[in-house]
């Protein structure tokens, strides 16, 4: 394939879907309906209803979960569905090890622009340690404000001190890579580790 004439210097990365499964997903919820016996539809619209709110960071998960599952009387604790939240995320190791050694490799920043409330975000950093290659966090709950406004693609280029020109941004989600295209950012729809990496080659980074 013919490369790019762009020479990037630094990569803009989803969490959810990118480096790591989503943080609390329909996938997650429904197994939280099932294995803490939830009313469904009922514990679905009131987390629509609320949590675009917790992920800009205007609610707590304390306050998040009050108005989805402890707005009545409970057999188990916040404790325990707390964890259970934080227990459906899980790496994508093949995807790290691809981030880690284009960096390592290219002299890269690397920057994660994500759409998460705060708690499942601190949680995922701490535990999969992705503050040991990823320079700094736009995270939608530290900002303000969440994917698809393109204002979270223009915090980031500015505090990355970078051209739009030289960013790659890689995302599971094509609407999110087409809104980053409109301020300038090249992307990748991301599959999987595989294709990603052979996307990769286009901009002539290579392992």
């Known amino acids: ?11 803009f990365l989803d969490i959810g879907g990118v480096l790591l499964t989503n943080g609390w997903d329909r996938e997650g919820r429904n197994k939280a309906f099932k294995h803490f016996k939830l009313n469904p539809q009922e514990t679905e619209e009131r987390h629509h209803l609320t949590f675009d709110t917790y992920e800009v960071g205007k609610i707590s998960l304390a306050e998040y979960l009050n108005r989805v599952v402890f707005y009545e009387k409970r057999d188990f604790t916040r404790k325990d569905f707390r964890q259970f939240m934080f227990d459906q995320s899980k790496p994508f190791p093949e995807m790290i090890s691809l981030i880690q050694a284009l960096k390592k490799k290219y002299h890269l920043k690397i920057v994660v622009v994500s759409n998460e409330g705060r708690e499942l975000t601190e949680y995922r950093i701490r535990k999969f340690k992705l503050n040991a290659f990823v320079d700094f966090f736009i995270s939608s709950c530290f900002v303000h404000f969440r994917k698809p406004d393109p204002d979270i693609f223009r915090v980031a280029l500015d505090i990355a001190q970078v051209p739009s020109e030289n960013v790659l941004y890689i995302e599971d989600r094509m609407l999110f890579v087409q809104v980053a295209s409109k301020q300038g950012l090249l ?9 990603t990496a052979e996307k990769l080659k286009e901009w002539k980074l290579v392992l």
Do not use: F, Y
Request: proline share 5%; aromatic share 0%.
């Open 187 to 195: 992307g990748i729809h991301h599959v999987d580790a595989a294709t």
């Open 1 to 11: 394939m013919p490369a790019r004439k762009e020479k990037i210097t630094s990569l």
